[in-house]
């Protein structure tokens, strides 16, 4: 076991699945990816994914002998002793023996986590999050995701169900969240929510910039805002309160010695997080008397997730 020096890293997404075999030190190997072709067909996923993964193994000559195991980062409320997802409302995948089936189609010791304490993980671990020893993490993709360090260590809480910090609700009675309630920030720093809130600006205003891409992602309102549409403008302001006024919940309930954004909202960068800086700095409670929270971006990106899934194999 001493001389097994890599683990696959596998993220589920609320599109695709990505993994690639990491090695002790962090580094990201060949990478593999499977779309997520439909929402709630999770035998189906699961099948590709298990032949996607064996297919890997034999084509980078990896197997028991060499593999400590797989670790999965996947979304949802999970079972992490049963290695069962419980619920994954966005994915609509629901008892989901996820650790068993890729354990016993690969033949390789399987383990899980949530996807984003996988992504705090593998930051704490190989990335900015080195920098810091309480900090929390939000993933800003097709829902909003959270991973909070406490003293250099990951705090799940009782049955490892804790920092569900998308699900915290800050508008009451508002939009509607795929958990059930309304109002939560996953409803409106999502890269889901922010799609919504473009498209609606658009419908609104025929003659916004926005209307010039064929497609609208969560980078058009931020593409056209940089470049002076006031329609889209608004949208990103908007966005940075509603993600700010989370924050700033976070601020005070935790005081971190900083907050990092990974996800695909995060790649906007200095102009993303300089204005959610000002927004906290202008409201935050007793902020000339409390340290002051950074606000930084993911060092590892993308990798984030498939590193600390795979780091589960390295304590």
Request: glycine share 12%.
């Amino acid at each position: 076991m001493e001389n097994k020096n890599i683990a696959i890293g596998v993220d589920v997404g609320g599109t695709s699945i990505k993994g690639a075999a990491i090695t002790r030190d962090g580094k990201v190997l060949d990478v593999f990816s499977l779309p997520i072709r439909k929402v709630g067909e999770q035998d189906q996923t699961m099948k590709e994914l298990v032949d996607l993964i064996n297919q890997y193994l034999k084509d980078h000559n990896l197997n028991k002998d060499n593999v400590l195991g797989i670790g999965l980062g996947v979304p949802g409320a999970i079972d992490v002793d049963a290695g069962i997802i419980l619920s994954s409302n966005n994915l609509k995948w629901f008892d989901l023996h996820i650790r068993d089936i890729v354990s016993e189609g690969t033949g390789l010791p399987a383990k899980i986590m949530n996807d984003a304490n996988a992504a705090t993980l593998g930051e704490a671990r190989f990335g900015v999050g080195k920098k810091y020893k309480d900090f929390i993490m939000l993933t800003l993709g097709t829902g909003v995701g959270g991973g909070i360090v406490i003293d250099h260590k990951l705090y799940t809480g009782n049955k490892d169900k804790a920092a569900e910090l998308g699900h915290n609700a800050i508008v009451v009675d508002g939009e509607q969240c795929s958990c059930g309630r309304r109002g939560c920030l996953e409803a409106y720093a999502s890269a889901t929510a922010l799609i919504r809130d473009a498209k609606r600006m658009m419908d609104a205003h025929k003659d916004s910039l926005m209307w010039k891409d064929e497609k609208v992602d969560g980078a058009t309102a931020f593409k056209y805002a940089k470049l002076g549409d006031k329609y889209a403008q608004e949208v990103v302001d908007n966005y940075i309160k509603y993600l700010g006024e989370g924050l700033l919940n976070f601020f005070n309930a935790f005081r971190p010695e900083a907050v990092i954004l990974s996800g695909g909202i995060s790649k906007e960068g200095e102009y993303l997080t300089s204005r959610l800086y000002k927004y906290c700095k202008d409201r935050q409670f007793g902020f000339r008397c409390t340290p002051p929270v950074e606000i930084v971006v993911s060092e590892l990106g993308y990798d984030a997730g498939k590193v600390g899934a795979a780091s589960m194999f390295f304590e």
